[in-house]
């Protein structure tokens, strides 16, 4: 089973600063496999990026991904208050599907 | 507008079973692979299971196998999830969510149903 590490576990930036969080595979994970979702306190997450790169519908194009093999990374380019949440990576393989342990983004 | 639906979260005792659904609206359900993904308090997120668009297959996490069922019922554009010899561990919000339709994401979830599992 493929794990996944983000990093770091707490983020705490301030509006409008740049974000970048983490996500280590294991073992080499296809980009076509690789996904980042958000949530908020009291919400159901929300899929930001699939494909490693492609942000979903309605995202704006402040979020972007990036990178292959084991390594991933989420930018926010310019932070807006409705940003700060929890930021989970996730990917699929052979039929399974495993998260990241969640970074938190905190307002500093 | 997509809508997913969860219901059927309680409390029950180890040992116990239970039985969730998760009613969608909003677009083709039998097109779509359909999840639980599971969240236990404070935690973060585990997928649980998978059913495909004919029900013809099912996939489960090594932690449920055995004693969990995924089913659906297109004709009632629902799904479910059948769970039984539950143990504390099972304790969690249980999202429904959709597949996107490629398999490896999971583009819209319920707001989930509690399961408490305690004696």
């Known amino acids: 089973e493929i794990v996944l590490t983000q990093s770091p576990g707490t983020l705490s930036l301030s509006p409008g600063e740049r974000a970048t969080l983490s996500c280590r595979a294991s073992q080499s994970v296809s980009s076509s496999y690789l996904a980042w979702y958000q949530q908020k306190p009291g919400q159901a997450p929300r899929l930001l990026i699939y494909?490693?790169?492609s942000r979903a519908t309605g995202i704006p194009d402040r979020f972007s991904g990036s990178g292959s093999g084991t390594d991933f990374t989420l930018t926010i380019s310019r932070l807006e208050p409705e940003d700060f949440a929890v930021y989970y990576c996730?990917?699929?393989?052979?039929?399974?599907?495993?998260f990241g342990q969640g970074t938190k983004l905190e307002i500093k | 507008e997509v809508q997913l639906v969860e219901s059927g979260g309680v409390v029950v005792q180890p040992g116990g079973s239970l039985r969730l659904s998760c009613a969608a609206s909003g677009f083709t359900f039998d097109d779509y692979t359909m999840h639980w993904v599971r969240q236990a308090p404070g935690k973060g997120l585990e997928w649980v299971s998978l059913?495909?668009?004919?029900?013809?297959?099912?996939y489960y996490a090594d932690s449920v196998k055995g004693r969990f069922t995924i089913s659906r019922d297109n004709s009632k554009n629902s799904l479910y999830l059948q769970m039984n010899s539950l143990r504390t561990e099972d304790t969690a919000l249980y999202y429904c969510?959709?597949?996107?339709?490629?398999?490896?994401?999971?583009?819209?979830w319920g707001q989930g149903t509690l399961v408490t599992v305690s004696s």
């Open positions: 996730q990917q699929y393989g052979s039929s399974r599907y495993t």
């Open positions: 059913i495909s668009w004919d029900g013809g297959s099912t």
């Open positions: 969510a959709k597949d996107d339709g490629d398999g490896y994401n999971l583009d819209y």
């Open positions: 494909g490693a790169s």
